[in-house]
């Protein structure tokens, strides 16, 4: 990582943009704290233990979930109705609970006084497996990249596959690893972020992508350990914890192992409706779960300049990667662990477009110095010219290596045309391979000059960056109260994103999918995941 | 598209309407392909590439490049003279029967013509699940590097979602006066997705007044081109529409007056 940084910022204005993400965030993560959602307490039972489906494939996470929820409620948590029903021995176990649920035959009551914590403490006991299982995976990850090997080089060379059939992702993935790859994404299924429950078990029919199930993420981890051991390097694996069930897929990360999971602050909001007060609170969730588990999370920047211009929109970069590292930070993720995202979007056609992408990639490289950022390549200006289109890749590979970045996504030159072929993934190695083979030390030698295009243009997106943080943090805030608008009462940035600040949509606190399984926390809540996950307890 | 126009404007001498490749001389016939084979890199490889290039019609064909993809893979670079002509009468194009519209052009056109939004109400209908193409079209996130319709600040967009019934897509479409109704359809087996849009246009003529209908329109990478008539309905788009294109046939179809001249057919 950098020794001394390629461009000087003002040190008050990045204090300045800190302070702002704070003081944006803050409030947001004081009302995620008293909300809890459907997911976040099936991801709790899903580390007591509970798995599997019945033959309809509904998990019984869910079962058992909106059996307490009919019957009693969520206000005081999940777990301690279910602990108590076990005490009651209204079933010998979790699954025979959540089976005698589904079929209405339990009656759960909210235990008082001593029975409560009776019932609490077992819960506790039976969570604390599953964070010492996370924990234990934790350590295996360790031992075995002391054993193979980190990669030789950085930027770690991130690929995906995505098959809709696990069995055919395996081969693929493994082909690609032995072919250079670092890191395996695999791309879930389309759709799958909507769903408001984890598929169950290997899957072969995903589209345009594979389910993430912990069974699958289980033969992918197995299959990667067996290729690092081949090619004397830890493989890391990637999903995403995103959509409706960003918590349980986060909890199902952990124990599995996976190392890497996409994990953005605001995406799901913005690209998925989902509702945005849904998304903080199992955000922080999956976070403290990422946390404790020695999880990257990938952050979606590179989404936004997707939709919008790459340069008008660059502050919006800025200010969506300081706001998820204060929520990352928040949530107990250290800085090695935010692969904070940004992409290769300039238009080609306009002047100096590669100077400014240099400043865009130096500005990120020098604002967050010690996070492994995620350098994503050319999706939108990737038109069919598939000559053109690889050219265009070898750029982004050498602004990737030349302003030091953690993690690059491999592009591909039929990017928008057709699923990779073989050989385009091949050429597309090889073309990663070739520029940080010639140009992976030319960093020594790059010093742009303190006044010249990429530096200036560097001070001017982080000065607009806290501008818009201003923005949002004050007028946003004192705006909402003058109207007398209902979002008044949520926090400023909550009013932002209603107001369309990000990504041109408007997602308003009170709408979005999702927002039905968002419950309000009584004052006897009790979570023993949340509590062992803060206090880094083992039991 | 824009070098079949470049063709055309060629004036038509008898002699210009056989073409051939052009490498760097009239008449040449010089191509390139790329292609992997399920073989190792070896001779047999080069040769069972070589013979495939001459089935494809390239004599002499070059081998100019094999680079063995792992054990059991070969790609190759093949340059060769193809020997088929091109017949400029025996082409046959479809073309698209509007102009394509930059999202402000778009906006512009509907408040001019429309002074209204211009309201889409999109599904996926049946037990199809794949909101794929749908999504692609009408989400903010769009594709191709194309925002979706969503995007259009002169459009009001109602997206159902996955497995919307039809009489559901019925009443929404007339609780939200919809223009026009977008379905997608993905999933094939056994055409239902012919099924599922029969029952749809044959739902909307029976709730609406005749004439009233808004235009229906919709999607998927297995629709015949050219079956509009057959299943009811007033435009299929196919495998890799953009949503700029949908937005403007939008335009085209609804907005009275706008800049394509013609006007909305009756189906």
């Known amino acids: 990582m950098p020794?001394?940084?390629?461009?000087?910022?003002?040190?008050?204005?990045?204090?300045?943009?800190?302070?702002?993400?704070r003081q944006a965030g803050e409030p947001v993560v004081?009302?995620?704290?008293?909300?809890?959602?459907?997911?976040?307490?099936?991801?709790?039972?899903?580390?007591?233990?509970?798995?599997?489906?019945?033959?309809?494939?509904?998990?019984?996470?869910?079962?058992?979930?909106?059996?307490?929820?009919?019957?009693?409620?969520?206000?005081?948590?999940?777990?301690?109705?279910?602990?108590?029903?076990?005490?009651?021995?209204?079933?010998?176990?979790?699954?025979?609970?959540?089976?005698?649920?589904?079929?209405?035959?339990?009656?759960?009551?909210?235990?008082?006084?001593?029975?409560?914590?009776?019932?609490?403490?077992?819960?506790?006991?039976?969570?604390?497996?599953?964070?010492?299982?996370?924990?234990?995976?934790?350590?295996?990850?360790?031992?075995?990249?002391?054993?193979?090997?980190?990669?030789?080089?950085?930027?770690?060379?991130?690929l995906i596959v995505a098959t809709g059939d696990i069995d055919e992702d395996i081969p693929q993935a493994q082909a690609a690893a032995r072919a250079g790859a670092d890191v395996i994404a695999v791309i879930r299924s389309t759709g799958q972020s909507l769903l408001d429950y984890v598929p169950e078990g290997a899957t072969?029919?995903?589209?345009?992508?594979?389910?993430?199930?912990?069974?699958?993420?289980?033969?992918?981890?197995?299959?990667?350990?067996?290729?690092?051991?081949?090619?004397?390097?830890?493989?890391?694996?990637?999903?995403?914890?995103?959509?409706?069930?960003?918590?349980?897929?986060?909890?199902?990360?952990?124990?599995?192992?996976?190392d890497m999971m996409l994990n953005d602050s605001m995406y799901g909001i913005l690209f998925r409706d989902i509702n945005p007060i849904r998304t903080f609170v199992d955000q922080r969730f999956s976070r403290q779960i990422h946390a404790r588990a020695g999880i990257i999370i990938n952050t979606g920047e590179d989404n936004y300049l997707t939709t919008a211009d790459a340069v008008e929109a660059a502050h919006t970069v800025t200010v969506s990667q300081l706001l998820n590292e204060y929520f990352a930070k928040e949530a107990g993720l250290a800085d090695w662990q935010l692969g904070l995202?940004?992409?290769?979007?300039?238009?080609?056609?306009?002047?100096?477009?590669?100077?400014?992408?240099?400043?865009?990639?130096?500005?990120?490289?020098?604002?967050?110095?010690?996070?492994?950022?995620?350098?994503?390549?050319?999706?939108?200006?990737?038109?069919?010219?598939?000559?053109?289109?690889?050219?265009?890749?070898?750029?982004?590979?050498?602004?990737?290596?030349l302003t030091g970045q953690g993690i690059l996504?491999?592009?591909?030159?039929?990017?928008?045309?057709?699923?990779?072929?073989?050989?385009?993934?091949?050429?597309?190695?090889?073309?990663?391979?070739?520029?940080?083979?010639?140009?992976?030390?030319?960093?020594?030698?790059?010093?742009?000059?303190?006044?010249?295009?990429?530096?200036?243009?560097?001070?001017?997106?982080?000065?607009?960056?806290?501008?818009?943080l201003e923005r949002i943090t004050t007028d946003q805030g004192r705006a909402g109260a003058e109207r007398g608008r209902a979002d008044a009462a949520y926090p400023p940035l909550l009013a932002a994103i209603a107001d369309g600040t990000f990504g041109l949509m408007k997602r308003p606190p009170d709408r979005g999918k999702g927002l039905d399984g968002v419950v309000l926390k009584a004052d006897g809540y009790d979570n023993p995941a949340t509590t062992l996950l803060e206090t880094g307890a083992t039991r | 598209m824009t070098n079949r126009k470049h063709l055309r404007e060629q004036p038509r001498a008898a002699a210009a309407q056989i073409v051939r490749p052009y490498g760097d001389t009239t008449g040449d016939g010089m191509i390139q392909v790329s292609f992997t084979l399920p073989l190792p890199c070896d001779k047999l490889a080069e040769g069972a590439a070589l013979q495939l290039a001459r089935k494809m019609g390239m004599d002499p064909a070059l081998?100019?490049?094999?680079?063995?993809?792992?054990?059991?893979?070969?790609?190759?670079?093949?340059?060769?003279?193809?020997?088929?002509?091109?017949?400029?009468?025996?082409?046959?194009?479809?073309?698209?029967?509007?102009?394509?519209?930059?999202?402000?052009?778009?906006?512009?056109?509907?408040?001019?013509?429309?002074?209204?939004?211009?309201?889409?109400?999109?599904?996926?209908?049946?037990?199809?699940?794949?909101?794929?193409?749908?999504?692609?079209?009408?989400?903010?996130?769009?594709?191709?590097?194309?925002?979706?319709?969503?995007?259009?600040?002169?459009?009001?967009?109602?997206n159902l979602g996955a497995q919307v019934l039809v009489p559901d897509l019925?009443?929404?479409?007339?609780?939200?006066?919809?223009?026009?109704?977008?379905?997608?359809?993905?999933?094939?087996q056994k055409d239902v997705h012919i099924h599922n849009v029969s029952q749809m246009t044959a739902a909307f003529r029976e709730a609406y007044p005749a004439g009233k209908v808004p235009l229906l329109v919709v999607g998927g990478p297995r629709f015949e081109e050219g079956s509009e008539q057959r299943l009811g309905v007033d435009r299929i788009f196919g495998r890799g529409t953009t949503p700029s294109e949908v937005a403007s046939y939008l335009v085209h179809a609804l907005v009275p007056d706008s800049h394509t001249t013609t006007r909305r057919k009756a189906s």
């Open chain 1, 3 to 21: 020794s001394s940084p390629l461009i000087h910022l003002d040190a008050g204005q990045v204090r300045a943009a800190r302070r702002l993400a």
């Open chain 1, 30 to 158: 004081r009302l995620a704290t008293t909300q809890t959602t459907v997911s976040v307490e099936r991801a709790t039972l899903r580390l007591a233990g509970l798995r599997g489906a019945d033959h309809e494939g509904q998990p019984w996470v869910n079962h058992l979930v909106d059996a307490v929820r009919a019957q009693v409620g969520l206000q005081d948590g999940v777990t301690t109705p279910v602990f108590d029903a076990l005490r009651r021995r209204a079933a010998p176990d979790l699954i025979t609970l959540a089976q005698a649920s589904a079929s209405d035959s339990v009656t759960f009551t909210m235990p008082e006084g001593k029975a409560a914590q009776a019932a609490q403490r077992a819960a506790r006991a039976a969570v604390a497996v599953g964070i010492r299982t996370i924990d234990r995976q934790r350590a295996t990850r360790e031992r075995l990249i002391r054993r193979h090997g980190d990669p030789a080089q950085t930027p770690w060379i991130y």
């Open chain 1, 204 to 258: 072969h029919e995903g589209f345009a992508g594979t389910y993430a199930t912990q069974e699958n993420f289980r033969l992918m981890r197995a299959a990667l350990d067996e290729t690092s051991r081949e090619v004397g390097r830890y493989i890391r694996l990637t999903n995403y914890a995103s959509g409706l069930c960003m918590p349980e897929i986060a909890a199902l990360a952990g124990l599995e192992r996976l």
């Open chain 1, 341 to 401: 995202g940004h992409a290769f979007e300039i238009n080609p056609a306009i002047p100096d477009s590669f100077r400014l992408e240099l400043a865009h990639a130096l500005l990120a490289r020098t604002l967050f110095p010690d996070a492994p950022l995620k350098w994503m390549p050319p999706t939108k200006h990737m038109t069919g010219d598939v000559f053109r289109g690889y050219l265009l890749d070898g750029f982004f590979n050498l602004a990737g290596t």
């Open chain 1, 409 to 468: 996504l491999v592009g591909m030159m039929t990017e928008a045309v057709v699923t990779p072929f073989l050989s385009d993934r091949d050429l597309a190695l090889q073309n990663v391979r070739y520029v940080l083979d010639a140009a992976g030390g030319l960093r020594e030698d790059f010093h742009p000059p303190r006044n010249g295009v990429i530096q200036t243009r560097a001070r001017a997106v982080l000065a607009e960056a806290v501008e818009l």
């Open chain 2, 63 to 158: 081998v100019v490049h094999a680079k063995a993809i792992g054990p059991d893979f070969t790609f190759f670079v093949v340059y060769g003279s193809s020997n088929h002509l091109v017949d400029l009468d025996a082409v046959h194009v479809q073309e698209r029967e509007f102009a394509l519209l930059s999202p402000k052009e778009v906006n512009l056109q509907i408040k001019r013509g429309l002074r209204r939004r211009l309201v889409v109400v999109g599904a996926c209908i049946g037990t199809d699940a794949h909101t794929v193409g749908i999504d692609a079209i009408l989400n903010i996130k769009g594709f191709a590097g194309e925002k979706g319709l969503e995007y259009y600040a002169e459009m009001g967009v109602v």
């Open chain 2, 170 to 188: 019925v009443a929404k479409a007339r609780a939200a006066k919809a223009d026009a109704v977008l379905v997608s359809q993905v999933v094939t």
